[in-house]
């Protein structure tokens, strides 16, 4: 058990580290960007004197590794200062987004990951067969195309036409939690129509790459079932690469939404995001790009520690 | 054993099975024929590559992925296996002809404990509850001596050793109580000492059971113990078949004749001069893992002189082989140096000179891994030669074709091969090329046979043994395969979990008075007087219970 406990002391000091660093390449990133938010701010009615004036009011002036540090020591206290475009507090505005697309994740989440766990486990189970191509080739095909595209052909067909789904996803703090879903349902699909072949093939790959092993073949001799073989046999055996392959994907879901969300209207993180990027504000980009890296390598994170705790090799030492 | 040996239990007639491999259907057997009654046991006997396992497993109507059944009929207890439903044979597999592997560590699935491996062929059989299984388990662990019966069954794989798992699996291939199982090579993973352990609990168990087997093995010895009677194979054919008795006597064919010689190669003697001086000297080496507390080497101290070969003998983990990492630099040791030709050796590969890793070679056991399979033995052969020696060219090709021609091999038809077109021996023979091509004094051959057939096992050994009465060469020689250190060793190193327990002139450390580890090992090693086993145990429970290092 010392051994797991240290090891995740390490991969969470790590995980930290790269965080860090992280956090640094952003500021140096934004700063680098040419104009900053005085300028924005003023626009049309900036002058060289206005200009100096707000940037002394923002802060803008000071040094570059004076700023960092101002602003990764209020991160750390949780402050992640005011918004330059409205002067709202940016956690405030964060907080609501940031929900919004993790409910978006979420939900798209609970449909692809079992669908793509079952459609992999049939495709090993019926290896070469038509089913297995079939799948293979409709998953091939979802993810090499567009996300827009395949958002706007839903909206087509799927509300325009038919008016089944509503093609917006207008939501907002007091939307109910079943009309939530029904608004969210078409970019969720949508998440789901990309990022389900990923997980499927590699449950696919997984678990056709054990099925050579002897304690397999081992498995046939006691007679045991097809579906036993690859459910109780083959899968617990299989699921570091699988939880890999599905945390990497979460981790899209949550980052890498931003054309799905501008597609749909949705409030989320990703839309957020544009929209400073567009008024040039700089503290909810840093904000935002700061929140996905943190996704991103807590995700990354739980996938590592998940597939020590599935290997009973280092769960159950000698 | 004698018991209702006359029930018919399988009748195989015209066996017939074919691989696919390079696009084409090959015949891996060809037209086997035998039958076998309830309480016997057949041994199938062969090298790699006559077919036993293929015909072990098509007795149970299962075939390899890539493989069919092409050919023949396979009755068992009367159901005929070549035309049975796939449900049919599931049935059948697991609850009354079971299965024995070779590798038990490979076969157990990691995932779940031994005692649910265990439980599960019953449970899924319907044959009985998940409770009575445990039960039945506990008591049948407890029948083939598993230490702490009760529990042992709550760990998995990983946790326990080599010689315990494979007989736990033999437990395993017992849970339904089968009319038939067959054991494919299942102690050939085995120290010499365990091995005896479990050839011992499997022919109890099945005789107590009155359960028939076929007994799949390359190693006689082993077969002559456990069998009624033998079949000989070779390349998925029958030779012959008949009582165990009569076969190991007078075998009939050239082929059986040539397995049953295997055994009669001896070195030539050397003439190593007892005063010269050592050319490698071990002094009181200890070494451990870096990152680990345990000891691996302890203060290990022998000598080797020029022209003269030492066998390291010992079980798996007696350090043998971390022994040959210190020597070759690979593991600096904690304490104590290594002197070749009276000069202390840096104690790191990095820091020894190119004329300090010249010397000194190294082959190791599994040939398949040691070469890369992308490179020409061309190239692999010839990389020491400019490395080393600095040779190009003209000089360099020359070079090549002498070394191929020294380890037997045609330059013209095998220098632009990959090692992917060689069999297992010729890869071992273009190691060993490598080897030699640096010039060496001194040659650390890592269980060099181990992997190999005997036949090709021995063609390796002569080759060894002439190379170094042409080139003056030294071999140090790790196995655990005590035939083979009578065969080739002047002097013996006998390891015990890092120590060494025994050590001197062969024919000093092999004859008595013995050292009491080194009586055990020699003990262990079986004998092609099938009554062999049988005298050994009753010998040494007389002497106050059966000694394993493995319990």
């Given amino acids: ?121 049939l495709a090993a189970l019926y290896r070469n067969s038509y089913y297995d191509r079939t799948v293979n080739a409709l998953t091939l095909t979802s993810i090499s195309t567009p996300e827009f595209f395949v958002a706007y052909i839903l909206i087509l067909y799927v509300s325009v036409k038919t008016g089944w789904f509503p093609s917006l996803a207008n939501v907002h703090a007091d939307t109910g939690f079943f009309e939530r879903l029904e608004k969210t349902f078409l970019p969720a699909v949508t998440l789901t129509l990309v990022s389900v072949a990923y997980m499927m093939r590699m449950t696919r790959a997984a678990i056709i790459n054990l099925l050579s092993s002897s304690y397999i073949e081992m498995a046939s001799l006691k007679g045991m079932k097809r579906l036993r073989i690859i459910t109780h046999h083959a899968l617990p055996n299989a699921w570091a690469p699988i939880i890999n392959v599905i945390v990497l994907n979460l981790a899209y879901l949550i980052v890498g939404v931003v054309v799905v969300e501008v597609v749909f209207v949705y409030p989320g993180l990703g839309q957020l995001l544009v929209d400073a990027v567009q008024r040039r504000d700089m503290p909810v980009v840093q904000a935002c790009c700061l929140i996905f890296a943190a996704t991103y390598v807590s995700l990354n994170l739980i996938a590592d520690i998940l597939s020590i705790l599935t290997n009973p090799r280092l769960l159950h030492p000698k | 054993m004698n018991s209702d040996h006359n029930e018919l239990l399988l009748e195989v007639k015209g066996l017939s099975v074919e691989g696919f491999s390079e696009d084409k259907w090959h015949q891996i057997v060809n037209g086997v ?80 404990k031994l005692i649910d491996q265990f439980s599960e062929t019953v449970i899924q059989h319907g044959l009985g509850s998940r409770d009575q299984a445990y039960a039945d388990a506990k008591e049948l662990y ?25 007989r736990a699996m033999t437990a395993m291939a017992l849970a339904c109580r089968p009319d038939l199982i067959i054991f494919d090579e299942p102690t050939t993973a085995l120290d010499v000492t ?5 050839l011992s609990t499997i022919k109890d168990i099945v005789e107590q059971f009155n359960t028939a087997a076929i007994y799949i093995t390359h190693d006689l010895a082993v077969v002559a113990q456990m069998a009624d009677k033998i079949k000989v194979l070779r390349y998925g054919e029958s030779v012959e078949e008949s009582e165990t008795r009569s076969m190991l006597s007078d075998p009939q064919k050239d082929y059986t004749k040539s397995l049953w010689a295997v055994r009669s190669f001896r070195k030539t003697e050397q003439n190593v001069d007892a005063s010269s001086l050592p050319l490698l000297k071990v002094q009181n080496v200890t070494a451990i893992y870096p990152g680990t507390s345990k000891e691996v080497l302890t203060d290990i101290e ?37 002197l070749f030709e009276d000069q202390s050796l840096p104690s790191d590969y990095r820091s020894r000179s190119p004329g300090q890793l010249q010397k000194i070679q190294m082959i190791y056991q599994m040939a398949d891994t040691a070469i890369n399979p992308h490179h020409k033995i061309r190239d692999i052969v010839g990389r020491p030669l400019t490395f080393y020696l600095g040779l190009e060219g003209q000089a360099k090709q020359k070079r090549l074709r002498k070394l191929m021609e020294m380890i037997e091999m045609d330059p013209d038809q095998y220098l632009d091969r990959l090692p992917g077109e060689l069999s297992g021996g010729q890869k071992q023979r273009i190691c060993i090329a490598r080897a030699l091509a640096a010039d060496p ?68 450390v092999f004859q008595p008075p013995y050292h009491e580890y080194t009586e055990l090992l020699l003990s262990s090693v079986p004998e092609m007087d099938p009554d062999w086993m049988d005298r050994v145990i009753a010998e040494r429970l007389a002497k106050g219970g059966l000694k394993s290092a493995d319990n």
């Fill in chain 2, 441 to 508: 004094s001194f040659i650390i051959c890592d269980e060099v046979t181990s992997a190999l057939d005997q036949l090709v096992a021995e063609g390796i050994l002569r080759l060894l043994d002439r190379l170094q009465q042409e080139f003056n060469l030294a071999y140090m020689f790790i196995t655990h395969d005590l035939a083979t250190v009578n065969a080739i060793a002047d002097r013996v190193v006998v390891m015990l979990q890092g120590k060494i327990v025994d050590q001197g002139p062969k024919n000093e």
């Fill in chain 2, 194 to 198: 365990t091995q005896i352990e479990v």
């Fill in chain 2, 302 to 338: 022998f000598e080797i002189r020029p022209n003269e070969t030492v066998a390291v003998v010992g079980e798996s983990g007696s350090g043998k082989s971390t022994l040959a990492r210190v020597i070759t630099g690979l593991l600096p040791p904690r304490q104590g140096q290594i």
């Fill in chain 1, 1 to 121: 058990m010392n051994n797991i406990l240290r090891m995740l002391a390490q991969r969470i000091s790590l995980g930290v580290l790269t965080l860090f660093i992280v956090s640094i390449i952003i500021f140096l990133a934004v700063s680098m960007l040419p104009g900053d938010a005085a300028q924005a701010i003023l626009g049309q009615a900036a002058t060289p004197d206005t200009i100096e004036i707000l940037r002394k009011q923002l802060g803008l002036d000071l040094p570059a590794h004076t700023r960092y540090l101002t602003w990764l020591s209020s991160i750390v206290q949780g402050d992640f200062g005011t918004s330059i475009g409205n002067g709202r507090e940016i956690s405030e505005v964060i907080g609501v987004r940031f929900f919004n697309t993790i409910f978006l994740a979420a939900f798209a989440a609970c449909i692809s990951v079992p669908l793509a766990l079952v459609l992999g486990i």
């Fill in chain 2, 142 to 166: 407890s029948k083939i001596r598993m230490p702490n019966p009760d529990t042992i069954g709550f760990r998995y794989p990983h946790q326990v050793s080599g010689g315990q798992l494979q």
């Fill in chain 2, 33 to 112: 024929d035998f039958c076998l009654n309830r309480g016997e046991i057949l041994g199938l006997i062969g090298e790699s590559g006559a077919g036993k396992s293929t015909i072990g497993i098509a007795a149970m109507g299962f075939a390899k992925p890539g493989c069919r059944i092409n050919g023949g009929s396979i009755q068992f207890d009367g159901l005929e296996l070549t035309t049975a439903t796939a449900e049919e044979k599931r049935r059948l597999r697991g609850a009354r002809i079971a299965y024995v592997a070779q590798s038990a560590a490979a076969s157990f699935n990691p995932a779940h």
